[in-house]
Protein backbone atom coordinates (compact mmCIF):
# COMPACT_ATOMS: atom_id res chain seq x y z
CA UNK A 1 0.00 0.00 0.00
CA UNK A 2 1.19 3.57 -1.11
CA UNK A 3 -0.70 5.20 1.84
CA UNK A 4 0.57 4.59 5.37
CA UNK A 5 -2.31 3.88 7.98
CA UNK A 6 -1.48 6.54 10.95
CA UNK A 7 -3.72 6.61 14.63
CA UNK A 8 -6.24 8.74 12.81
CA UNK A 9 -6.42 7.01 9.70
CA UNK A 10 -8.59 3.91 10.04
CA UNK A 11 -8.51 1.26 6.72
CA UNK A 12 -11.78 0.30 5.32
CA UNK A 13 -11.22 -2.19 3.40
CA UNK A 14 -8.40 -1.54 1.13
CA UNK A 15 -7.89 -4.18 -2.15
CA UNK A 16 -4.40 -4.34 -3.56
CA UNK A 17 -5.41 -1.74 -6.15
CA UNK A 18 -7.51 0.86 -4.73
CA UNK A 19 -6.43 2.34 -0.75
CA UNK A 20 -9.82 2.62 1.32
CA UNK A 21 -9.66 4.14 4.60
CA UNK A 22 -11.53 6.85 6.83
CA UNK A 23 -9.95 9.95 8.54
CA UNK A 24 -11.70 11.80 11.38
CA UNK A 25 -14.82 12.79 9.15
CA UNK A 26 -13.87 11.65 5.74
CA UNK A 27 -14.20 8.46 3.57
CA UNK A 28 -11.03 8.59 0.83
CA UNK A 29 -10.65 6.20 -2.12
CA UNK A 30 -7.33 6.20 -3.55
CA UNK A 31 -6.12 4.49 -6.89
CA UNK A 32 -3.20 5.65 -9.41
CA UNK A 33 -3.42 4.39 -12.83
CA UNK A 34 -1.51 4.17 -15.75
CA UNK A 35 -2.18 7.41 -17.75
CA UNK A 36 -1.50 11.16 -17.67
CA UNK A 37 -3.22 13.66 -15.62
CA UNK A 38 -4.69 15.38 -18.79
CA UNK A 39 -5.79 12.01 -20.12
CA UNK A 40 -7.52 11.20 -16.09
CA UNK A 41 -9.13 14.41 -15.62
CA UNK A 42 -10.46 14.95 -19.45
CA UNK A 43 -12.45 11.48 -18.50
CA UNK A 44 -13.64 13.28 -15.48
CA UNK A 45 -14.85 16.48 -17.17
CA UNK A 46 -16.13 15.25 -20.67
CA UNK A 47 -19.50 14.75 -20.76
CA UNK A 48 -18.97 12.15 -23.67
CA UNK A 49 -16.17 10.19 -21.71
CA UNK A 50 -18.09 9.93 -18.36
CA UNK A 51 -20.42 7.21 -19.08
CA UNK A 52 -17.41 5.17 -20.24
CA UNK A 53 -16.76 4.42 -16.51
CA UNK A 54 -18.86 6.23 -13.77
CA UNK A 55 -20.95 3.90 -11.54
CA UNK A 56 -20.39 0.44 -10.54
CA UNK A 57 -20.07 -2.73 -12.65
CA UNK A 58 -23.72 -3.56 -13.95
CA UNK A 59 -24.42 0.42 -14.32
CA UNK A 60 -25.13 2.61 -17.55
CA UNK A 61 -24.59 6.31 -16.72
CA UNK A 62 -25.99 9.55 -18.82
CA UNK A 63 -25.10 12.68 -18.89
CA UNK A 64 -28.40 14.45 -18.46
CA UNK A 65 -26.63 18.44 -17.37
CA UNK A 66 -22.78 19.21 -16.92
CA UNK A 67 -21.96 22.91 -16.66
CA UNK A 68 -18.47 22.72 -15.47
CA UNK A 69 -17.49 26.11 -13.86
CA UNK A 70 -18.13 27.53 -10.15
CA UNK A 71 -21.56 26.76 -9.41
CA UNK A 72 -22.77 24.85 -12.65
CA UNK A 73 -25.03 22.38 -12.33
CA UNK A 74 -24.63 18.60 -12.65
CA UNK A 75 -26.85 15.65 -13.23
CA UNK A 76 -26.28 12.06 -13.86
CA UNK A 77 -28.44 9.30 -14.33
CA UNK A 78 -27.89 5.60 -13.39
CA UNK A 79 -29.74 2.78 -14.74
CA UNK A 80 -29.21 -0.93 -13.72
CA UNK A 81 -31.73 -3.49 -14.46
CA UNK A 82 -32.73 -4.43 -11.47
CA UNK A 83 -33.24 -0.91 -10.03
CA UNK A 84 -34.85 2.10 -11.33
CA UNK A 85 -32.98 4.75 -12.28
CA UNK A 86 -31.15 7.02 -9.79
CA UNK A 87 -30.39 10.38 -10.23
CA UNK A 88 -27.03 11.55 -9.21
CA UNK A 89 -26.72 15.89 -9.11
CA UNK A 90 -25.17 18.52 -7.56
CA UNK A 91 -22.85 21.88 -8.33
CA UNK A 92 -19.08 22.34 -8.89
CA UNK A 93 -17.68 24.50 -5.61
CA UNK A 94 -14.09 24.65 -7.27
CA UNK A 95 -11.89 23.65 -10.06
CA UNK A 96 -8.58 23.81 -10.81
CA UNK A 97 -7.43 21.93 -13.73
CA UNK A 98 -5.89 19.03 -13.86
CA UNK A 99 -5.27 18.92 -9.99
CA UNK A 100 -8.17 19.16 -8.07
CA UNK A 101 -12.00 20.01 -8.11
CA UNK A 102 -14.75 20.24 -5.80
CA UNK A 103 -18.73 19.66 -6.26
CA UNK A 104 -21.32 18.59 -4.33
CA UNK A 105 -22.55 14.84 -4.75
CA UNK A 106 -26.32 14.39 -3.96
CA UNK A 107 -28.70 11.65 -4.31
CA UNK A 108 -32.15 10.70 -2.94
CA UNK A 109 -32.31 7.71 0.03
CA UNK A 110 -36.00 6.41 0.47
CA UNK A 111 -37.04 7.65 3.24
CA UNK A 112 -34.67 10.13 4.17
CA UNK A 113 -34.74 13.08 1.31
CA UNK A 114 -32.28 13.88 -0.50
CA UNK A 115 -28.57 12.95 1.07
CA UNK A 116 -24.99 13.97 -0.08
CA UNK A 117 -22.17 16.43 0.88
CA UNK A 118 -19.27 17.97 -0.44
CA UNK A 119 -16.16 15.28 -2.10
CA UNK A 120 -12.46 16.70 -3.53
CA UNK A 121 -10.59 15.27 -6.24
CA UNK A 122 -7.16 15.02 -6.42
CA UNK A 123 -5.14 14.31 -9.34
CA UNK A 124 -1.29 13.64 -8.59
CA UNK A 125 0.93 13.38 -11.64
CA UNK A 126 3.20 10.62 -10.25
CA UNK A 127 6.04 10.25 -13.21
CA UNK A 128 3.32 9.90 -15.84
CA UNK A 129 1.15 8.17 -14.26
CA UNK A 130 -2.18 9.33 -12.04
CA UNK A 131 -2.84 9.05 -8.57
CA UNK A 132 -7.05 9.81 -8.05
CA UNK A 133 -8.39 10.89 -4.36
CA UNK A 134 -11.81 11.07 -3.69
CA UNK A 135 -12.40 12.24 -0.32
CA UNK A 136 -16.23 12.12 0.90
CA UNK A 137 -16.67 14.39 3.66
CA UNK A 138 -19.38 13.48 6.20
CA UNK A 139 -19.13 15.70 8.72
CA UNK A 140 -17.51 13.17 11.16
CA UNK A 141 -16.06 10.33 12.32
CA UNK A 142 -19.26 9.41 14.36
CA UNK A 143 -21.11 9.51 11.27
CA UNK A 144 -18.50 7.21 9.52
CA UNK A 145 -18.50 4.49 12.54
CA UNK A 146 -22.21 4.25 11.92
CA UNK A 147 -22.65 4.20 8.53
CA UNK A 148 -20.27 1.30 8.03
CA UNK A 149 -21.51 -0.46 11.18
CA UNK A 150 -25.16 -0.17 9.94
CA UNK A 151 -23.39 -3.17 7.50
CA UNK A 152 -22.26 -4.94 10.72
CA UNK A 153 -26.00 -4.77 11.85
CA UNK A 154 -27.54 -6.47 8.55
CA UNK A 155 -24.77 -8.89 8.86
CA UNK A 156 -26.44 -9.55 12.52
CA UNK A 157 -29.53 -9.47 11.93
CA UNK A 158 -29.31 -11.95 8.81
CA UNK A 159 -31.25 -11.90 5.66
CA UNK A 160 -34.02 -9.07 5.16
CA UNK A 161 -36.25 -11.77 3.84
CA UNK A 162 -36.76 -13.69 7.40
CA UNK A 163 -36.69 -10.26 9.35
CA UNK A 164 -39.39 -8.64 7.70
CA UNK A 165 -41.71 -12.29 7.82
CA UNK A 166 -40.69 -11.73 11.46
CA UNK A 167 -41.97 -8.60 11.59
CA UNK A 168 -45.45 -9.77 8.81
CA UNK A 169 -46.37 -12.11 12.29
CA UNK A 170 -47.00 -9.29 14.41
CA UNK B 1 -24.53 10.02 5.70
CA UNK B 2 -23.34 13.65 5.19
CA UNK B 3 -25.23 17.08 6.84
CA UNK B 4 -26.82 18.69 4.29
CA UNK B 5 -25.81 22.09 3.03
CA UNK B 6 -26.72 24.86 0.81
CA UNK B 7 -24.75 27.13 -1.16
CA UNK B 8 -24.99 30.84 -0.82
CA UNK B 9 -21.87 32.94 -2.17
CA UNK B 10 -19.53 29.78 -1.78
CA UNK B 11 -20.00 29.94 1.84
CA UNK B 12 -21.53 26.71 2.50
CA UNK B 13 -24.52 27.09 5.34
CA UNK B 14 -25.10 23.45 7.03
CA UNK B 15 -28.70 23.37 7.16
CA UNK B 16 -31.25 21.15 10.09
CA UNK B 17 -29.16 18.11 10.56
CA UNK B 18 -30.17 15.73 8.07
CA UNK B 19 -31.97 12.06 9.04
CA UNK B 20 -29.37 9.98 7.96
CA UNK B 21 -26.60 11.53 10.02
CA UNK B 22 -28.61 11.26 13.12
CA UNK B 23 -29.35 7.46 11.94
CA UNK B 24 -25.54 7.08 11.34
CA UNK B 25 -24.67 8.71 14.72
CA UNK B 26 -27.33 6.55 16.23
CA UNK B 27 -25.11 3.50 14.89
CA UNK B 28 -21.84 4.57 16.41
CA UNK B 29 -22.73 2.75 19.84
CA UNK B 30 -22.32 -0.99 20.29
CA UNK B 31 -24.75 -0.92 23.60
CA UNK B 32 -27.54 0.54 20.90
CA UNK B 33 -26.63 -1.93 17.55
CA UNK B 34 -26.59 -4.98 20.00
CA UNK B 35 -30.31 -3.16 21.16
CA UNK B 36 -31.05 -3.35 17.49
CA UNK B 37 -30.17 -6.92 16.91
CA UNK B 38 -32.60 -7.91 20.21
CA UNK B 39 -35.08 -6.34 18.55
CA UNK B 40 -34.87 -8.18 15.24
CA UNK B 41 -35.93 -11.23 17.17
CA UNK B 42 -39.25 -9.30 18.07
CA UNK B 43 -40.04 -6.78 19.69
CA UNK B 44 -39.09 -6.48 23.61
CA UNK B 45 -39.66 -4.24 26.99
CA UNK B 46 -37.18 -2.07 28.33
CA UNK B 47 -37.10 -4.38 31.02
CA UNK B 48 -36.53 -6.78 28.63
CA UNK B 49 -33.56 -5.07 26.37
CA UNK B 50 -31.71 -3.67 29.47
CA UNK B 51 -31.58 -7.18 31.25
CA UNK B 52 -28.12 -8.68 28.94
CA UNK B 53 -26.42 -5.17 30.03
CA UNK B 54 -25.30 -4.28 33.08
CA UNK B 55 -27.09 -1.12 32.99
CA UNK B 56 -30.58 0.68 34.66
CA UNK B 57 -33.55 1.05 32.80
CA UNK B 58 -33.21 4.87 32.50
CA UNK B 59 -29.78 4.16 31.05
CA UNK B 60 -31.20 2.09 28.22
CA UNK B 61 -34.69 4.49 27.92
CA UNK B 62 -31.89 6.88 26.99
CA UNK B 63 -30.60 4.57 24.37
CA UNK B 64 -33.87 3.99 22.97
CA UNK B 65 -34.68 7.39 22.56
CA UNK B 66 -31.77 8.33 20.13
CA UNK B 67 -33.02 5.22 18.01
CA UNK B 68 -36.20 6.41 18.27
CA UNK B 69 -35.29 9.63 17.07
CA UNK B 70 -33.27 8.33 14.50
CA UNK B 71 -36.60 6.01 13.64
CA UNK B 72 -34.58 2.94 13.33
CA UNK B 73 -37.25 1.53 16.58
CA UNK B 74 -41.20 2.60 17.43
CA UNK B 75 -43.19 2.08 20.38
CA UNK B 76 -46.18 -0.42 20.11
CA UNK B 77 -49.67 0.95 21.07
CA UNK B 78 -50.46 -1.55 23.68
CA UNK B 79 -52.25 0.27 26.31
CA UNK B 80 -50.62 -2.05 29.17
CA UNK B 81 -46.72 -1.88 27.79
CA UNK B 82 -45.19 0.17 25.07
CA UNK B 83 -43.17 -2.49 23.48
CA UNK B 84 -40.19 -1.43 21.42
CA UNK B 85 -39.83 -2.89 17.82
CA UNK B 86 -37.41 -2.73 14.98
CA UNK B 87 -38.31 -0.54 11.67
CA UNK B 88 -36.80 -2.73 9.39
CA UNK B 89 -37.50 -0.31 6.10
CA UNK B 90 -35.09 2.75 7.43
CA UNK B 91 -31.96 -0.21 8.69
CA UNK B 92 -32.34 -1.64 5.75
CA UNK B 93 -32.06 1.45 3.52
CA UNK B 94 -29.07 3.19 5.48
CA UNK B 95 -27.46 -0.70 5.24
CA UNK B 96 -27.82 -1.05 1.67
CA UNK B 97 -26.53 2.69 0.91
CA UNK B 98 -23.23 2.44 2.55
CA UNK B 99 -22.35 -0.66 0.44
CA UNK B 100 -24.03 1.10 -2.36
CA UNK B 101 -22.08 4.31 -1.85
CA UNK B 102 -18.41 2.01 -1.21
CA UNK B 103 -19.14 0.13 -4.54
CA UNK B 104 -19.61 3.36 -6.43
CA UNK B 105 -16.12 4.32 -5.97
CA UNK B 106 -14.45 1.09 -5.91
CA UNK B 107 -15.81 0.10 -9.20
CA UNK B 108 -15.93 3.43 -10.87
CA UNK B 109 -12.12 3.67 -10.28
CA UNK B 110 -12.11 -0.03 -11.75
CA UNK B 111 -14.10 0.89 -15.14
CA UNK B 112 -12.16 4.01 -15.17
CA UNK B 113 -8.84 1.59 -15.09
CA UNK B 114 -9.91 -0.55 -18.01
CA UNK B 115 -11.54 2.47 -19.97
CA UNK B 116 -7.58 4.75 -19.61
CA UNK B 117 -6.03 1.38 -20.82
CA UNK B 118 -8.10 0.72 -23.64
CA UNK B 119 -7.56 4.38 -24.54
CA UNK B 120 -3.58 4.30 -24.27
CA UNK B 121 -3.48 0.91 -25.88
CA UNK B 122 -5.47 2.17 -28.68
CA UNK B 123 -2.87 5.22 -29.00
CA UNK B 124 -0.23 2.98 -29.06
CA UNK B 125 -1.73 1.31 -31.76
CA UNK B 126 -2.77 4.15 -33.86
CA UNK B 127 0.74 6.11 -33.78
CA UNK B 128 3.69 4.90 -34.08
CA UNK B 129 5.80 7.92 -32.96
CA UNK B 130 3.63 9.34 -30.65
CA UNK B 131 4.98 12.31 -29.36
CA UNK B 132 3.02 12.92 -26.86
CA UNK B 133 3.24 9.34 -25.19
CA UNK B 134 6.03 9.34 -22.53
CA UNK B 135 9.20 7.33 -22.73
CA UNK B 136 9.51 6.94 -19.00
CA UNK B 137 6.22 5.44 -18.74
CA UNK B 138 6.27 1.74 -18.11
CA UNK B 139 4.87 -0.80 -20.54
Known amino acids: METTMTETRIDRGSTNTTTIYSEGGDLVFER ?8 VWKAFMDPDL ?6 PHGTTTKVAEMDVRPRGKWRYVSSAPDRDDVAFYGEYLEIDPPARFEW ?22 LDGRTKVTSIGHMGSAEAIEGALASGMI ?17 | ?74 QGRQAQWR ?21 HWEES ?12 DKQEQGNGDDDDRDPNRPR
Open chain 1, 32 to 39: TFDAPREQ
Open chain 1, 50 to 55: VPRWWG
Open chain 1, 104 to 125: TFMFDVEGFGPQGGPETFLFED
Open chain 1, 154 to 170: AGAIGTWDRLEALLAEG
Open chain 2, 1 to 74: MYSTFQLYNHEVIETEEDALSKTFAALADPTRRAILARLAEGEASVKDLAAPFEMTQPAISKHLRVLERAGLIE
Open chain 2, 83 to 103: PRRLRAGPLREISEWVNQYRR
Open chain 2, 109 to 120: FERLDSYLRELN
